[in-house]
Structure formats: C-alpha cells, structure tokens
C-alpha cells in the first residue's frame, strides 16, 4: 500500500477543509489509517485514527469535537474533515497505515504517504 495525502491549503480561522488520502494497493481494505500534523518547530503528533472496517475512531484531546475521521473502502481513500479550524491547527498532515490499529494510534504505522500543509489564518 501506497498513501498519497491531498486537500490542504489557506482557509481562516473558523472554516473547514476535507483532506483525503488515497491508498493503491488491493488490501486497503485491511489496514487501520490515522492522521498525524507537525507544526513548524514541533514534533509530529496524533490527530485521528480509524479501524480497517471503521467501527473504531480515536480522536487526539485537541481536535474532537472538530474533526472526523472516516473511510471509504470501495474509493481506497481515508477522510479527514476539519470543522471549526483554529490557527493551532496549522500544520503539516500526514496519514499513517498499518495492519495493527495500535501501531497507527502510537505514531509507529509502518506505511506512510507526503504531507499535505493546512495553514489557518486568523
């Protein structure tokens, strides 16, 4: 499997933006997908992530609420809409695959795709 991140950009402080992240590869469909975000200066953190069949969501303290995470098998893309945005989410996104759920949660997915920046102006 192979993840190629997309969607981000300018948006202000308040709006909204969908990144998607498109897998290739036949067993998309086994895998758990998360997203992470590093800020300039800052060390890559957690936002989502999201069990292969998507019955299981865990969502980072400083975006719940705000942001989901889901999946859409059948397209090999994982989704991640942001609400609400704040310009603490500026950042650079990442998603993460992994056949283990856990390994994706704990920032050590084996497989991941190029960033995608989200820049939120005030």
């Known amino acids: 499997v192979q993840l190629q991140a997309s969607g981000g950009g300018l948006v202000q402080a308040g709006g909204s933006l969908r990144l998607s992240c498109a897998a290739s590869?036949?067993?998309?469909?086994?895998?758990?997908l998360g997203w992470f975000r590093q800020a300039p200066g800052k060390e890559r953190e957690f936002v989502a992530a999201?069990?292969?069949?998507?019955?299981?969501?865990y969502y980072a303290d400083s975006v719940k609420g705000r942001f989901t995470i889901s999946r859409e098998n059948a397209k090999n893309t994982v989704y991640l809409q942001m609400n609400s945005l704040k310009t603490e989410d500026t950042a650079v996104y990442y998603c993460?695959?992994?056949?283990?759920?856990?390994?994706?949660?704990?920032?050590?997915?084996?497989?991941w795709g190029q960033g995608t920046e989200v820049t939120v102006s005030s």
């Open positions: 993460a695959a992994d056949l283990l759920y856990p390994m994706v949660v704990r920032g050590k997915g084996q497989i």
């Open positions: 590869g036949r067993t998309f469909k086994n895998y758990a």
């Open positions: 999201i069990s292969w069949n998507g019955d299981v969501t």
